[in-house]
């Protein structure tokens, strides 16, 4: 607080989030405040954030993700850790290079006709862009990552992490080339991975054609939804265990259209249900058929061509596009005679995610990884916990990923991402790449020639593989490639290698988090085998759905651009509100929105929050009488009062949890305590009982010390939560020059000895009762200023009443009563009310008016209480009921027929007492 200023100017009379966070944003990052030295002391603890793509803006999955990283590492930076969040970006071949084609062919151009090296340099400029447009945006979200260590997953010392990773892999015989079934993108021209696939349900059709037994003597009936591969068929499948087509295994039918004779086999992998029974056999256009014709010995034929159309073995057909193709079979078969039915079909299709057409499976030479020995290495690791996943049911979700696990294929026929180190001797095969010219792999162009010379003479001609790798081959590094691996003297790497955690959604358990493992299992980037593991544990929260509950994405157009709501609302109200919403760690959550208004209601409670703490910091300063928390010191315990020893209490016991659960995880539950702590119990409650004594001179330093406490310990306990607020709040209460950091202060110290349980429950049912004498007040129609001359509370509770005769002060106060009574016994009060909490009581006497009016609400609260009990008398009277319903029903309807027969008792009784 500047010296020229008054205690209210230290703050505003109303709270902008937008100044407010811009200004600490700055100050953070000016400062360095997050920029930790690997040298320094203090337990390690890093987080690598999972790097988005540079292919657009950011979305409400990364706001989340956000939200729930900053909050651990914040919490774990007060808990005196040496925190490392280090913040990247990823490529995204498939992605930025779709974009750039898409924009090449509407300029009338393509990437060919640029070339390979102006193209690459015209996705550098799109990067640049792109990438400080969501770098930008991250920043606005108060992100306290360390962004002088930002990483690209294209950087020169990442890449030279990919090239070392492949070398080495392949060196150990772990990657090699090889023809296998692969997902085909014809839009894009190059293989995907799996994540790059997505299935979507379509309306098709279900042909059943006639396949005649060689011979004449009868037919196979089959049944696909994929007509023009039939061209390729080399057998059809039958279950081993059907009787129906027992005596066929081991005959032979006539492919039609083609002639071509093919085997009938049995395989346990056909099911008898579907269709007929019997499965045409296409091995080099279908994942499963391959896997049967592997079994078998059926030979692949290839069909199709890379870009979707029918290649010169489909005969007649060559030339036609995949799906002209599916017509004219179709109709030639049936003009043959072969044609039985088609059906209509609903079924999932995979498409390509980028190309946003269906995906073939198809035959082609590419580089893969051998992941089973892989695997193998991370399954046993599983057995003991490493890494731990939170919740634990996510690890059996791995554990089936890196079980029965197929080879990777880890080449894409693109030119945005990481060139694949290898090196085709051409002079061998006359300048010419086939899938038979022999390679080398290497670090570099010259040990790539060398090596080649080694190999195959002095006098060869080498050229570098077209291809670019799989991005999640270079983000199944990034635990230990932005720490300066394959450095082995990294600073970085031998502080914060293992990693702490790794926060990410369920959806890439298998793509990302098994390849960063595997990666790992192999590479053992620091060398030391009991440390390879990359992150200790991994923390799997769910997907953020919309207002009808349905997942988030662009193509269902349901998204929400969270900086609508972070211009609204503010950051810090975004964030509280998305980690106050998880219910559980792994589960999905719910943000309700108004698309009309760019509105949210979760989001604006949590602005709400924001606005009570900035009054409730106003009304501090304004009754502290110029002093901050550090001159006032710490209060005397012997002049506590009662409620300033209920609410230390609280606060030592929600400093307690609250530590507990950030350090567990649990972010939503100590979100949601925090809220119920900081907005009734000091808010609410604690502030209107300091008031009397804070204007009190007797009484008025410790309740400002008190006051002053609370909010500088629970400033500090939100600060993971809603860091950009609490800045400002704690320097507003402090006075400490912007230079002194709320982010960089240490966690509350817990005063244990203040924890009292029992006065924690007797000071709540005391709250409770304040609550009844209120509604009492309510229900007798008394003015918010008229005071009530006569209060009695009675107890059975020797504990109870203790604390009630110590809070008498304050009880007048809360209930506006000139005269409190505590007793075991009720007295004969005229004129009064009474409720009822627990096993107290509340006598409530009214001042002389018109009691008609009060008299008629009574009734009334009488006759609705009479219709409860005695709808739900006959609720649990009915056997349907009481036997069948779930136990707990059952359970809330007797709680809810008792409550409702107390407020009857409670009516007779104060229309009793008005006479």
Not at 160 to 175: K, P, S
Not at 484 to 511: E, H, M, N, Q, R
Not at 781 to 799: C, H
């Amino acid at each position: 607080m500047l010296e020229d200023q008054s205690p209210a100017e230290a703050l505003a009379k109303i709270y902008d989030p937008i100044s407010t966070e811009a200004r600490w944003q700055q100050a953070w990052e000016q400062q360095g405040a997050f920029h930790p030295d690997p040298l320094a002391p203090g337990e390690p603890f890093a987080v690598v954030i999972p790097p988005p793509n540079v292919t657009g803006s950011l979305h409400m999955g990364h706001a989340f993700n956000t939200a729930l990283i900053d909050t651990i590492v914040r919490f774990q930076r007060m808990q005196g850790k040496n925190v490392l969040c280090l913040p990247g970006t990823d490529h995204a071949s498939i992605a930025v290079q779709s974009i750039l084609e898409k924009q090449l062919k509407e300029e009338g151009s393509s990437r060919k006709a640029l070339g390979r090296e102006a193209f690459l340099g015209r996705a550098w400029a799109w990067k640049e862009e792109s990438g400080g447009r969501i770098v930008a945006q991250l920043k606005r979200l108060g992100y306290s990552v360390d962004w002088q260590r930002q990483r690209f997953t294209l950087d020169a010392q990442l890449n030279r992490a990919v090239v070392e990773a492949f070398v080495r892999l392949h060196q150990q015989g772990l990657i090699y080339r090889g023809e296998y079934l692969v997902n085909w993108c014809p839009a894009s021209g190059s293989a995907v991975s799996d994540l790059e696939v997505e299935m979507k349900e379509v309306d098709g059709f279900l042909w059943h054609f006639r396949y005649p037994l060689t011979g004449g003597n009868g037919f196979l009936e089959v049944a696909t939804t994929r007509p023009e591969t039939l061209l390729g068929d080399t057998g059809v499948a039958v279950n081993p265990d059907d009787s129906r087509y027992a005596a066929l295994v081991g005959k032979t039918l006539t492919l039609p259209l083609v002639g071509r004779e093919i085997p009938i086999v049995a395989d346990s992998h056909v099911d008898p249900a579907f269709g007929t029974g019997c499965v045409k056999v296409t091995p080099a256009h279908d994942p499963n058929d391959f896997a049967i014709g592997k079994r078998h010995g059926l030979p692949l034929i290839t069909v199709m061509a890379k870009d979707g159309s029918m290649n010169a073995a489909a005969a007649q057909f060559a030339g036609l596009d995949r799906f002209e193709a599916r017509k004219a079979v179709v109709a030639a078969m049936e003009a043959e005679g072969f044609l039985v039915k088609v059906e209509p079909y609903r079924h999932a299709v995979p498409h390509s995610e980028r190309g946003k057409v269906p995906v073939e499976p198809l035959l082609s030479t590419q580089w893969f990884v051998k992941t089973e020995p892989l695997a193998a290495r991370c399954r046993e690791a599983l057995a003991q916990s490493k890494p731990q996943f939170v919740p634990e049911r996510w690890s059996k979700v791995y554990l089936d990923w890196l079980t029965d696990i197929r080879d990777w294929c880890i080449s894409r026929q693109l030119w945005w991402g990481h060139r694949i180190p290898a090196w085709f001797v051409i002079s061998e095969t006359a300048g010419r790449v086939s899938d038979a010219t022999p390679y080398v792999v290497a670090r570099d162009e010259t040990e790539a020639l060398q090596l080649a010379m080694a190999q195959y003479g002095a006098d060869v001609q080498i050229e570098q593989d077209e291809d670019v790798l799989d991005t999640w081959f270079s983000s199944g590094l990034w635990p230990f490639s932005t720490l300066g691996w394959p450095d082995g003297s990294a600073a970085d790497l031998a502080k914060w290698y293992p990693t702490s955690v790794l926060v990410t959604g369920f959806d890439i358990i298998f793509f990302w988090v098994a390849r960063m493992t595997m990666l790992a299992a192999v590479l053992n980037p620091r060398g030391a085998e009991e440390a390879w593991i990359p992150f200790a544990d991994v923390y799997i929260h769910g997907l953020v759905r919309d207002e009808q509950n349905r997942k988030m994405s662009k193509s269902a157009g349901n998204g929400i651009d969270p900086l609508l709501l972070i211009d609204r609302y503010g950051a810090d109200a975004l964030r509280f509100a998305v980690v106050r919403e998880v219910a559980g760690a792994g589960q999905d959550i719910r943000l309700d929105y108004n698309r009309k208004t760019d509105s949210s209601a979760t989001v604006e409670g949590a602005r709400n929050f924001a606005n009570k703490l900035w009054n409730a910091t106003r009304f501090a300063l304004l009754n502290l009488g110029g002093e901050t928390p550090q001159s006032l010191g710490v209060p005397d315990p012997a002049q506590l009062q009662l409620a300033d020893r209920w609410i230390l209490a609280r606060l030592a016991r929600v400093n307690q949890e609250t530590a507990q659960r950030y350090g567990s995880y649990a972010l939503g539950e100590a979100a949601k305590g925090l809220y119920e702590f900081a907005w009734n119990e000091v808010c609410d409650w604690t502030i209107e009982l300091l008031k009397r004594r804070l204007q009190d001179p007797a009484q008025q330093r410790t309740a400002r010390q008190v006051l002053a406490k609370v909010l500088t310990e629970l400033f500090v306990m939100l600060h993971p939560l809603m860091p950009h607020l609490t800045e400002e709040l704690w320097h507003g209460l402090t006075g400490f020059p912007e230079q002194k950091l709320l982010a960089l202060e240490p966690w509350p110290a817990l005063d244990l000895q203040a924890i009292d349980l029992e006065l924690e429950d007797n000071f709540a049912e005391m709250i409770e009762l304040v609550r009844v004498a209120r509604n009492l007040r309510a229900t007798g129609g008394m003015k918010p200023a008229q005071k009530v001359s006569r209060l009695v509370i009675t107890s059975a509770r020797p504990e109870l009443l203790k604390v009630l005769k110590l809070a008498i002060p304050d009880l007048a106060v809360l209930i506006k009563v000139e005269l409190v009574e505590i007793s075991t016994e009720m007295p004969e009060m005229p004129r009064s009310l009474m409720g009822i909490s627990g096993t107290s009581q509340v006598q409530l006497q009214l001042p002389e008016q018109d009691l008609d009016a009060l008299r008629s609400r009574l009734e009334k609260d009488l006759a609705k209480a009479e219709k409860d009990i005695a709808g739900l008398a006959s609720r649990l009277a009915n056997p349907n009921f009481a036997d069948k319903a779930p136990a707990d029903v059952v359970l809330e309807c007797r709680a809810n027929l008792r409550e409702a027969e107390a407020q009857a008792d409670l009516a007779r009784k104060s229309l009793g007492d008005l006479g």
